[in-house]
Every structure is written in C-alpha cells, then in structure tokens.
C-alpha cells in the first residue's frame, strides 16, 4: 500500500467506488458548463478550459473521499451536497498543484507534460524560442490555476448547504487555502536557504502546505456538513493533522526508496532537486552522511550516485529516524480515534487510513 494510494482504505472498495463516482460527476457537470461559458469567449479559452479539466483527471479524489467518509460515517445523507464540497476540494488541490508546478519550474507530472507543458510544447512547435515558450507555459498555468481556485470556492457555495453551513465551510476552505500558501512560502524560502532546515520546521512546513488541505480540512468539511457535534469537529481536525504529518513523511521516504513503477514518481527526483525533507534534514547532522553530502541537489545526479546517497541515508539512521517518525504522527492520530465522544462507525471508517500509513513503514 503505497502513501500515494490512500484513497483504497478509505471505507469499502464499493462505497469509494461509489462517492468517486459522485465526485466525478459534479466535476464533469461544472466543466461542461465552464466549456460552454467559454465557447462564447473564443477557441483558446475553450482549450484552456479543456486542459484544466484534463489535469483533473486520472487522481483518485482522494481529498474528497476524506469529505465523503467523514460525512457518511456521521450520518450525513445528502449525496448531492457532499459530493459538491468533496469536488470544492479536489479543484482546491488541482489549483495548488498547478501553481506548484508552475512555482518548482516543472512542466512534468505523472509521467506526461503538465498544464504548463502542454502549453510550453504547443508554443515551441509553432516556433517560439524556448524562453517565451516556456513564459507561454507558465502563463497559461497561472491563469488555470487561479480559475479552479475560484471553481473551489464556487462549488460550495452552490452545494445546497444551508446558510450556516456554508459560511462554515467556506471558513474552512478559506484556512486550507491560506495555511497551504504559507507552507508554500516557507518552502521556497528553505530552497533558497544555504543552511538546512530543522526536521521540526520541515514538519511545520509540510503540515502547513499538505496535511491541513489533504486531510485536517476536509475531514473537518465532511463534520460539519454533517452537523456533528463541534467536540467531534475538533477531533477530526486533530486527526487529520497528525495523519497528514505522517503521510507526508512516508510520501517523502516514497520518494527515495519507493519503487518507480508503484508510486509512478521518479526515486531521483527529490534528490536531484534537494528537496528539504525530514530524512535529508536528519542526515546532514551525521558525519556519515558527509561523503555524499555534495551530492544532493545535483541537478545531474546519476541513478549510480542516487544508490550511494540512499545507502548513506540508511547508514547514518536517517531512513531509520524518518520511519519511526512516520509511526509516531500515525500513532497520534490512532489515539484521537479512541477518544469516548468518536462514534464508532467515524473510528472504522478511518482507522484504516493510520493503518495504511503505519503499514508502509512496518
């Protein structure tokens, strides 16, 4: 199991099946509308329109099935309107990892020219320098970006919640959004930094930028959609917190020592880029882990010096350090679950998701 496929233990395999099923189909709804808009504004916005949607595609919904178990397991029984705030997030983490792409100067993902690349690609086929098209590329990304942010907040207000609810949720989105921005900021300002971040500020990064959109936010949505109690509220934001910090760890020992051909990510990548990660951070404090040192943020890295530097990791505990670490967060969460006001039905429908993050670490 590996981090990057959580969404599998979320509920039944039917009842995943099922809510992504209505995710997807209020996703399609909005862009079909989205497309129409566009055709009355031009043919290149029509495109636009046409690659957002398809950098939608091909995910799991993970996000949003962390809404829809939440509200499911809390007795929530409007499909239409969970499904609405489940899609709000998924064009909440479409937006981000647009302009992250666009931030990190990458026109790849999962194996195939991004957003960005697809734009930067067009334009250098129609002859543009490799500057403007690549500026071309950027350009287009931003402009995305910013459409299905707005999309997120849009979606909900146009879920059906009630007034109340809704100014709530939107409360929520809002603190995601902004908790995501400033863990963005703080990761730049460490890849620019020449000395390296402590493994308790990357932590406070990665929580900022990942775990409080991925999991604390909506997990939190899904409560109040619900109307549960605002004690139950609180615990699933503190689960989603310490769940979140724990996937992260493990998405970063992913990155490393994962398998290409499961996670569907290069294993040098992090690596070449000197991504600041627990694992690297806890390294750099270990003489062992000198010789290799130099090594990580190679842009050039070779898959020989890649194998050297992930030996170094093991031999100086940073490998070691970053999985109990991982326990540790998944642990934590385990702990909010057991808590007596935890219905029973929220704590087997999540339970199994601390048990996929422990099991990728055992």
Same mark, same amino acid.
């Given at each position: ?88 997030? @998924?064009? #909440?983490? !479409? *937006? ?11 026109? =790849?993902?999962? %194996?195939? +020219? ?91 990064? @990665?929580? #900022?930028? !990942? *775990? ?11 409560? =109040?959609?619900? %109307?549960? +109690? ?133």
């Amino acid at each position: 199991m590996e981090a990057r496929g959580l969404s599998d233990v979320v509920g039944s395999p039917a009842a995943a099946r099922e809510r992504q099923a209505d995710v997807d189909i209020v996703l399609a709804r909005w862009f079909d509308l989205a497309r129409r808009r566009a055709e009355l504004l031009g043919p290149e916005y029509v495109a636009l329109w046409d690659e957002l949607r398809a950098s939608t595609e091909g995910g799991k919904r993970f996000r949003p099935l962390m809404v829809l178990s939440a509200y499911a397991a809390l007795g929530g029984t409007d499909r239409d309107a969970a499904a609405s705030v489940g899609a709000a997030f @998924e064009l #909440l983490h !479409t *937006a981000l990892i647009v302009h992250d792409d666009v931030i990190d100067r990458d026109f =790849i993902r999962r %194996g195939g +020219p991004n957003l960005a690349g697809a734009y930067r690609d067009r334009a250098l086929a129609a002859g543009a320098s490799e500057a403007d098209a690549e500026h071309r590329g950027i350009s287009a990304a931003v402009i995305a970006g910013d459409l299905a942010l707005t999309g997120a907040y849009r979606m909900i207000e146009r879920s059906g919640a009630a007034d109340h609810v809704r100014s709530r949720l939107l409360e929520v989105m809002d603190e995601a959004l902004f908790a995501s921005a400033a863990g963005e900021l703080i990761d730049v300002d460490f890849a620019a930094a020449v000395e390296m971040p402590r493994v308790d500020d990357i932590l406070s990064m @990665e929580r #900022l930028k !990942t *775990a409080v959109y991925s999991f604390e936010g909506p997990l939190q949505a899904g409560g =109040i959609l619900a %109307g549960a +109690p605002e004690e139950t509220i609180t615990t699933l934001g503190d689960f989603g917190r310490e769940i979140g910090i724990a996937y992260q760890i493990v998405d970063d020992l992913l990155g490393v020592f994962g398998h290409e051909s499961e996670t569907g990510k290069t294993t040098v990548g992090d690596l070449r880029e000197g991504k600041r990660t627990v694992l690297v951070s806890y390294a750099t404090t270990s003489e062992v882990f000198d010789p290799v040192r130099h090594l990580v943020g190679k842009a050039d890295l070779s898959d020989a010096e890649a194998e050297l530097v992930r030996r170094a990791l093991v031999a100086c505990g940073a490998k070691g350090f970053a999985e109990g670490l991982a326990r540790y967060y998944a642990n934590r969460a385990l702990a909010r679950l057991v808590e007596p006001h935890v219905p029973a039905g929220l704590r087997t429908e999540l339970h199994p998701l601390a048990d996929a993050v422990l099991g990728r670490v055992r």
